[in-house]
C-alpha cells in the first residue's frame, strides 16, 4: 500500500493546456475516482502518476518520497485500461504470469502467484483458455489478475466498466469493490459514470477543464456541491432565480424562511426528491399541475407546472399522479444550495 499525494501537476502538449496544478491526496488504501468528462485529464493523470507520462510541473508522492524520477517498472503503480490489453496468443495464466516473468521471479513462484491470483478473482478452469474464450467480464478479470500478480502498491483503473453492458457493469463494480477491500489496496479509478463514482469511492475527485473543481466524500459531493457545475455531474436538478434577504428566500413560488447566506441574487438548487407531491385537496402546498409521467418500477419520475416554473420531482411509486392532473407541491428548501446566478 502507498499514499499518493498530487501537488501541482501540470502538463500541456502542443500548448494546448490538458492539466492545470492539479492536487490531491489518496490514503493508504483508500479507492477514490477521478470524475468528469472526455477530455478533462482524467487518464492524463492516471498515467502521470503509473509514470507514463512525465509533468511539465509539480510532485507525485508516494507516502511521502518522489517518484518523480522513478522509473515505471520500479514505481509501484500498475494501470488495467479499458481494453483490457491482454496477449490473444498467450493461455490465461501465461497472461497472469506475464509481469512476473518480466520481473525475472523463479518458474516455482510465478507458477504460486499465479494459482494465488486464478483463485483470487474466480477464474479456476480457465488456465489453459485463450482470451477470446472468455467474456468481457472474464477478460477483465485476468487483466486485474495480472495487475495485482506483481503486488503493486497502487491500482490504477481506467474506465474499466465501459465496455461491459449494464448487468455485467454492476456485477464487476462489485466484484473489484469487494477486491479492493480485502487487498486494501490505494486504488484510483478513473470514469465519467457519476453512478459509478458515487458506489464505489470513498472519495471523488470531480475533474473539469484540467482542474479539480471540488475534492471529497460522495456524501459530501452530492449534498453540498460547491457550484452549479459539479451539480450538474450528480444527477437532475431544480434551479430556482430569486433573492435573500434577512434569511428570506423570495422568489416566483413565495417566500421561504431559510438560513443566512451571504448572497443576495441566487439560484436555490434542489434535488428532484426535495420536492414532495400530494394530492390537490391538502392544506399545505403550492398548487401545480403534472406535465410529464416516467415509471421506473420503484421511482416515479414528474416534471410539475408550478406558478409558471417547470420543476423535475422524484418519489416512490407509492404516490401515483396522472398527467394533467392538480397537486400540491412542498419544497424543502432546508436542503437548498445556493449560488450565485
Known amino acids: 500500500m502507498a499514499q499518493i499525494e498530487l501537488q501541482n501537476i501540470s502538463k500541456s502538449f502542443s500548448d494546448h493546456k490538458i492539466l492545470n496544478e492539479i492536487s490531491f491526496l489518496v490514503k493508504e488504501g483508500e479507492m477514490i475516482s477521478l470524475l468528469g468528462p472526455s477530455g478533462c485529464g482524467k487518464t492524463t493523470t ?14 507525485i508522492r508516494f507516502s511521502g518520497q518522489s517518484v518523480l524520477n522513478v522509473p515505471v517498472e520500479k514505481r509501484g503503480a500498475v494501470i488495467v485500461f479499458q481494453d483490457y490489453l491482454l496477449f490473444p496468443h498467450m493461455t490465461i495464466e501465461e497472461n497472469i504470469a506475464f509481469g512476473l516473468k ?3 521471479v523463479n518458474k516455482s513462484k510465478r507458477i504460486k502467484r499465479v494459482k494465488e491470483m486464478i483463485d483470487l478473482v474466480h477464474l479456476n478452469g480457465h488456465e489453459k483458455k485463450h482470451p477470446k474464450e472468455l467474456s468481457g467480464g472474464q477478460r477483465q478479470r485476468v487483466a486485474i489478475a495480472r495487475a495485482l500478480a506483481i503486488e503493486p502498491k497502487v491500482l490504477l483503473l ?20 469487494n477486491l479492493q477491500r480485502r487487498l486494501n489496496i490505494t486504488t484510483i479509478l478513473v470514469t465519467h459514470d457519476k453512478e459509478e463514482a458515487l458506489m464505489t469511492s470513498d472519495k471523488i475527485a470531480v475533474m473539469m477543464n484540467g482542474k479539480i473543481m ?35 428566500f423570495q422568489c416566483s413560488l413565495g417566500s421561504f424562511k431559510i438560513k443566512p447566506h451571504r448572497f443576495s441574487s441566487v439560484q436555490a438548487m434542489i434535488r428532484p426528491e426535495e420536492i414532495d407531491v400530494f394530492p390537490e385537496n391538502v392544506e399545505t402546498g403550492i398548487l401545480g399541475v403534472i406535465k410529464t409521467k416516467r415509471y421506473a418500477g420503484d421511482r416515479i419520475y414528474y416534471t410539475i407546472l408550478v406558478k409558471g416554473l417547470i420543476l423535475k420531482c422524484t418519489t416512490n411509486s407509492n404516490k401515483i399522479f396522472e398527467v394533467n392532473e392538480k397537486v400540491k407541491v412542498n419544497i424543502n428548501f432546508d436542503k437548498a444550495i445556493f449560488y450565485e446566478p
Do not use: W
Open 158 to 177: 481506467d474506465e474499466p466498466f465501459s465496455n461491459l453492458d449494464m448487468q455485467l457493469r454492476k456485477t464487476m463494480r462489485e466484484f473489484i469493490c
Open 46 to 59: 492516471l498515467k502521470i502518476i503509473a509514470g507514463l507520462i512525465h509533468p511539465d510541473g509539480g510532485d
Open 102 to 104: 518480466m520481473a525475472k
Open 214 to 248: 471540488q475534492f471529497g466524500t460522495p456524501m459530501t459531493l452530492y449534498q453540498k456541491p460547491v457550484s452549479s457545475e459539479v451539480a450538474d455531474f450528480f444527477g437532475e436538478k431544480n434551479y430556482i432565480p430569486g433573492t435573500i434577504k434577512n434569511g428570506i
